[in-house]
Nanobody, 122 residues
Framework: QVQLVESGGGSVQAGGSLRLSCAGS????????RAWFRQAPGKEREGVAT???????SYADSVKGRFTISQNNAENTLYLQMNSLKPEDTAVYYC????????????????WGQGTQVTVSS
């Protein structure tokens, strides 16, 4: 069983930055795909960025060039650096992980954190 705990959310003005962290425990080292998702009020959850254990990354078009996903496997931690934040980035952000490589660019992750709120004001 993998446990994930996000931190680092908060309120920021447009143009600002935040860094989200996701601390993994349990079977973290057995996971292959790691990702950040977000869900805004009244909207479906969407994928933001993914990374696999080899360090290959992918991003949603809406965040390319502004967000960076990274990981520290020695510390079992996943990060999301968010720069040039916009009001439309306001959402609850979730980290997710899964041992199956086929899951990486899908919503079908088995393990999820509880979420952290990010609010961007104009």
């Amino acid at each position: 069983q993998v446990q994930l705990v996000e931190s680092g959310g908060g309120s920021v003005q447009a143009g600002g930055s935040l860094r989200l962290s996701c601390a993994g425990s349990g079977g973290w080292s057995s996971t292959y795909c790691r990702a950040w998702f977000r869900q805004a009020p009244g909207k479906e959850r969407e994928g933001v960025a993914t990374i696999n254990t080899h360090g290959f990354t992918s991003y949603a078009d809406s965040v390319k060039g502004r967000f960076t996903i990274s990981q520290n496997n020695a510390e079992n931690t996943l990060y999301l650096q968010m720069n040039s934040l916009k009001p439309e980035d306001t959402a609850v952000y979730y980290c997710a992980a899964d041992p199956a490589f086929r899951v990486c660019n899908s919503p079908d992750y088995n393990y999820w954190g509880q979420g952290t709120q990010v609010t961007v004001s104009s």
